[in-house]
């Protein structure tokens, strides 16, 4: 009976430090700095979309763009919309894919900006 109850412990308690298990992976934009990259998405000026609320994946449209993510026209007639832009909508992808996993959202407490530190980037 020991034997039963020990193995249904390490079972339940193997799959919640499974469940704390860090994420990693590596951004293409911002020099692979996940704290700059939630909170400013990418450098490129101009932009199609901005982080709205990283935790929860949240994103804002830039006015003028495409409502979509799109590579080519849009389908919206008689308006002028840009179209995204490769990078767009690769750090959109990785957008919702990396900045969720965070717990909470932090606050940067460095000095200067946290684009700045250590360098540009």
């Not at 430090?17 to 934009?29: L, S, T, V």
Request: positive net charge; proline residues 11%.
């Amino acid at each position: 009976m020991r034997f039963l109850l020990l193995s249904f412990v390490c079972v339940f308690a193997g799959s919640a430090f499974a469940a704390d298990k860090p994420y990693y992976e590596q951004i293409r934009f911002r020099d692979n700095d996940p704290f700059v990259f939630c909170t400013q998405g990418i450098k490129d000026n101009p932009r199609a979309w901005s982080p709205e609320q990283p935790v929860r994946a949240l994103w804002r449209l830039t006015p003028g763009y495409c409502p979509v993510p799109s590579t080519g026209t849009c389908p919206i007639y008689p308006y002028t919309y840009q179209r995204w832009s490769d990078n767009d909508v690769n750090s959109l992808q990785q957008y919702m894919s990396v900045c969720p996993q965070a717990k909470r959202e932090g606050r940067w407490r460095g000095k200067g900006k946290p684009e700045n530190s250590p360098y540009s980037h």
